[in-house]
């Protein structure tokens, strides 16, 4: 499970931010599930993280930068030789953050309950430095660190690390130790490799939904999996009672959902008169099974973008459920929509500590903070606060301004014509 993520110099996050799963001390949570670690310790770990700002306050950058590093670490070996420097996306508005390092690092525990973290830290030309913190009985072991500045870039202490003197050899300025030791089969890093492979999935509801309609379709064709598409179907009330799957030779198979029932003989219906609503979340349906049925991280940019509000709710209540999510999987998604704060029936569907808001300060440099931070009453309202203004990362917009500015603008282009 993720425990937490930290990046600077990436886009708007030009100083360092932090996201955390961790249940925050002192907070009590219904959700959180309780993960113990190797020492014998707990840690309650949330399932979700929704990130809720303004527009263009960064939200989408922190689903970037996660992003970004897996990218990295699956890339860096292969990808990076044909780039004339390291590829990054440093914060744009300081001329000085180009002269700077992107800074990554994300903390993380497997099955057998031993944490890690893994970091690096990359400038224009080469990695500046990583690292690999292990943590079997609570105490941090460091397996390998490296720093390009050092007359020894690689040091290893302790001797834990496997061909330690070929893979100082062997791994170029530009890539990542990992992805070199991970391209060689290694069999203590590529572990730690197979984690990022595994994990940080990355998805937009508006984009690529042809390749993700025809992976809810192929899995349609497995009998349990098709069970569990058709009942996520039927609870988003769209009026769909089941589905008809057509497997083509060579082709991805042809789909048609069946509207209607009870009394009456279900129609099925050609696929281009779905409503794109109905299709975006078919389309998301596939890899939200997938992401559950592996334990995987998934991240999901601007859920609510092409979601109706339900269809959003029920990707958050699936998540939450620990009939629902059996495996640990974790979602991070972003949001314009302040009614995920609130269930339907009053209370509240995510927790303070689950709830991360964005905004940008005077020189457009993302920060990000949870609102357990803010200490919001017991009994207060979360939508009626957030929308009002109370916790921020919303715009600062009186009702009316943006229509008094234009007229504004229109009186003075009357006066100057």
Do not use: C
């Not at 990583?130 to 500045?149: C, M």
């Not at 940080?200 to 497995?222: G, N």
């Not at 209370?347 to 440099?365: F, Y």
């Amino acid at each position: 499970m993720l425990l937490g993520f930290r990046t600077a110099n990436v886009r708007s996050l030009r100083d360092e931010q932090e996201l955390s799963f961790v249940v925050p001390a002192g907070e009590e949570s219904d959700v959180a599930r309780t993960v113990e670690l190797s020492d014998g310790k707990h840690l309650q770990v949330y399932p979700l993280l929704g990130i809720f700002g303004a527009n263009a306050s960064g939200k989408s950058n922190v689903i970037f930068a996660l992003k970004k590093m897996r990218e990295a670490v699956l890339s860096s070996y292969g990808e990076w030789t044909s780039y004339q420097g390291i590829p990054r996306d440093v914060f744009a508005l300081d001329p000085k953050a180009g002269d700077e390092s992107s800074f990554y690092e994300a903390d993380f525990v497997f099955d057998d309950g031993v944490r890690w973290t893994y970091g690096f830290e990359l400038g224009a030309q080469r990695v500046e430095s990583e690292w690999l913190h292990a943590y079997p009985k609570g105490r941090r072991q460091v397996w390998f660190d490296r720093d390009a500045g050092r007359e020894k870039v690689f040091d290893f202490p302790g001797d834990r690390v496997q061909d330690r003197a070929l893979l100082a050899r062997m791994t170029r300025p530009d890539a990542l130790l990992l992805s070199r030791a991970a391209n060689d089969n290694h069999q203590q890093l590529t572990r730690i490799f197979n984690w990022f492979k595994r994990n940080l999935w990355d998805i937009t509801p508006e984009t690529e939904i042809a390749q993700r309609e025809a992976f809810t379709a192929r899995r349609l064709l497995d009998e349990r999996s098709r069970e569990r598409i058709e009942e996520l179907l039927r609870v988003a009330d769209l009026g769909i009672s089941g589905a008809e799957v057509e497997q083509r030779p060579g082709q991805s198979p042809v789909v048609r959902l069946l509207h209607g029932g009870g009394s009456e003989t279900p129609v099925p219906f050609d696929w281009k008169r779905e409503s794109f609503g109905t299709r975006s979340w078919f389309a998301l349906i596939g890899p939200l099974l997938l992401a559950l049925d592996e334990g995987a991280v998934l991240l999901i940019d601007e859920l609510d973008a092409s979601l109706h509000p339900r269809f959003a709710a029920e990707v958050v209540r699936l998540f939450q459920a620990p009939w629902a999510n059996t495996k640990g999987a974790q979602l991070v998604f972003t949001s314009h929509d302040p009614s995920l704060l609130s269930a339907p029936r009053g209370g509240r569907q995510l927790e303070p500590g689950q709830i991360w808001l964005t905004q940008k300060d005077r020189d457009g440099a993302t920060e990000i903070y949870p609102l357990s931070d803010v200490e919001p009453g017991e009994d207060e309202d979360l939508t009626d606060s957030y929308l009002a203004g109370a916790f921020g990362g919303v715009p600062k917009l009186s009702a009316g301004q943006i229509g008094r500015k234009l007229l504004a603008v229109r009186a003075g282009e009357a006066e100057g014509s």
